[in-house]
């Protein structure tokens, strides 16, 4: 099993920046992609992000990849959404998942989820 930790989330202005840390554990040699997910009330799960833990390819949604950006530390097995120039629809329960490659990765591991709340 992997265990996924969220953190970071918060209440935070509009126009300001937000960084959510995901750290792994567990059988991490099981994953080689971690990425980010968010769900707004009434509103169907939506994929951000994704980085590979091998090489480092970047995947983004259209919708947030001139503002967002993924990154990782494979010594510390934490990826990181770094979210700038927020906007209030951002606001959400963002959740972290992992698994072994891109195309599956809404099917594996799951963290519980931070809130982010951006304030008009």
């Known amino acids: 099993q992997v265990q996924l930790v969220e953190s970071g989330g918060g209440l935070v202005q509009a126009g300001g920046p937000l960084r959510l840390p995901c750290a792994a554990s567990?059988?991490?040699?099981?994953?080689?992609?971690m990425g980010w997910f968010r769900q707004a009330p009434g509103k169907e799960r939506e994929f951000l992000a994704a980085i590979s833990w091998s090489i480092g390819s970047t995947y983004y949604a259209d919708s947030v990849k001139d503002r967002f950006t993924i990154s990782r530390d494979n010594a510390k097995k934490t990826v990181y959404l770094q979210m700038d120039s927020l906007k209030p629809e951002d606001t959400a329960v963002y959740y972290c998942a992992a698994n072994r490659n891109i195309a599956t990765i809404d099917s594996g591991y799951w963290g519980q989820g931070t809130q982010v709340t951006v304030s008009s």
């Open positions: 567990g059988r991490v040699f099981s994953i080689n992609i």
